[in-house]
Structure formats: C-alpha cells, structure tokens
C-alpha cells in the first residue's frame, strides 16, 4: 500500500510530524542526529530534549542532564563544535552516554556505554589541546577509548 501513494515519503514525514505533536516536541525531526537521541533516550528510559537548546535528555525527575554521542559500527563518536569556550556542553551533563548502531541500517542500537562527564572532559581538553587545525574545531572519540573508559550499561 506504501508504494501505491503518490508520493510515499509524505506518508513517512505525516507519521514523524504526528509523533512530534504528540510528544511535543518543537524542532524539526530530522535534525542531524536528533532521531537517534530519541531512539537513546527511549531505550534508556531519559526525556528526550524537545528543542536543540541544552543537554540531549534529561533523568524522569528532571534532576540530571545526560549529552549522547551516537556512531556506526565501524566509525567514531564526534563531538561538533568544540572549543575551550563552550566546554559547558560538556560539563552540564551528569552522565555522557554513547551509542553504537549497526552498519547497514543505521538506525538499529547495538550498544550503550556510560561516561562520568569528567573523564570525558579530560580527554576532550587533552584533543582540544592536542589539535593543529584550529578550524577544525571536531573531536574524534575512538571505540577503543569508550570501552577502556565507560561502563556498558545496555546490549541488544
């Protein structure tokens, strides 16, 4: 039935424009990244953000702010945008949570691993510090370093 519509993509845009309504939220949904913090956020039991302002999610009581970085199998976590002036995006956050989703699809979650926001800033001062491209402003986070300095708190 999809594929008999005029224009099947408005079917999908339709659903995703009702699904913002009702959960409230005020941006657009296909932000860069956005579908795949909700998709965090759910499977973490979080409140999702609702506006691209402030922290990814937020605990049900409202009381901690989480950041989540989000890549495939295969790729690395990249935190946009970062300098010695806006490490608040960091340091706002109780918890950093990274999400590791499969190659193919994208959009299936395969794991979840936990980092105190202050071992986390550490090494993003050190790459920060480290950096040779000042226009860059991009920092790479490897697998490797998740898994040496994060807990694992969710598996598929």
Do not use: M
């Not at 506006?51 to 990249?78: I, M, R």
């Amino acid at each position: 039935q999809v594929r008999e519509q005029p224009n099947p993509i408005t079917l999908l845009i339709g659903a995703l424009n009702l699904l913002k309504k009702e959960n409230g939220f005020e941006q657009d949904l296909l932000t860069p990244g956005f579908i795949k913090e909700w998709i965090v956020s759910e499977i973490l039991g979080h409140d999702c953000h609702k506006t691209k302002h402030g922290a990814d999610a937020y605990s049900k009581d409202g009381k901690e702010q989480y950041e989540y970085l989000t890549c495939k199998e295969g790729g690395s976590f990249q935190l946009d945008r970062i300098h010695e002036e806006n490490l608040h995006r960091i340091t706002r956050n109780n918890s950093i949570f990274f999400a590791l989703f499969e190659k193919e699809n994208g959009l299936d979650c395969k794991k979840i691993w936990k980092c105190d926001s202050n071992v986390f800033l550490g090494e993003v001062r050190k790459k920060i510090s480290s950096s040779r491209k000042e226009s860059s402003k991009h920092v790479s986070i490897s697998q490797n370093w998740v898994q040496e300095n994060s807990e694992l708190v969710w598996q598929h």
